[in-house]
Nanobody
Framework: QVQLVESGGGLVQAGGSLRLSCAASGRTFSDNAIAWFRQAPGKEREFVAAISASGAIPYYADSVQGRFTISRDNAKNTVFLQMNSLKPEDTAVYHC????????????????WGQGTQVTVSS
């Protein structure tokens, strides 16, 4: 398994941008698909985006398609989530997660999770 640490969250006005990072430790990072999930208070965890182990295949939730971009740098064991045109409804704690093999949008199949980073979008 890999260990994951998120960073880059903060407070931003609607329409603004943030870039989240997910730094991983472990020799098998490049074998892992990585996903971002988010959870707002009182709501269920929600899939945001995922990227294949090679970085060739991204996948997005409809709610963020066209606004968010997921990418990875396997040489630096890091995955990024560029978030543009942020909306108040994007406010949540964002977690990255890893699994060996193909990307997936279901959190239950991911076996390594970071502690999360808070994103707050003010109106």
């Amino acid at each position: 398994q890999v260990q994951l640490v998120e960073s880059g969250g903060g407070l931003v006005q609607a329409g603004g941008s943030l870039r989240l990072s997910c730094a991983a430790s472990g020799r098998t990072f490049s074998d892992n698909a990585i996903a971002w999930f988010r959870q707002a208070p009182g709501k269920e965890r929600e899939f945001v985006a995922a990227i294949s182990a090679s970085g060739a295949i991204p996948y997005y939730a409809d709610s963020v398609q066209g606004r968010f971009t997921i990418s990875r740098d396997n040489a630096k064991n890091t995955v990024f989530l560029q978030m543009n045109s942020l909306k108040p409804e994007d406010t949540a704690v964002y977690h990255c997660a890893a699994r060996r093999g193909t990307l997936h949008y279901t959190g239950a199949v991911y076996n390594s999770w970071g502690q999360g980073t808070q994103v707050t979008v003010s109106s």
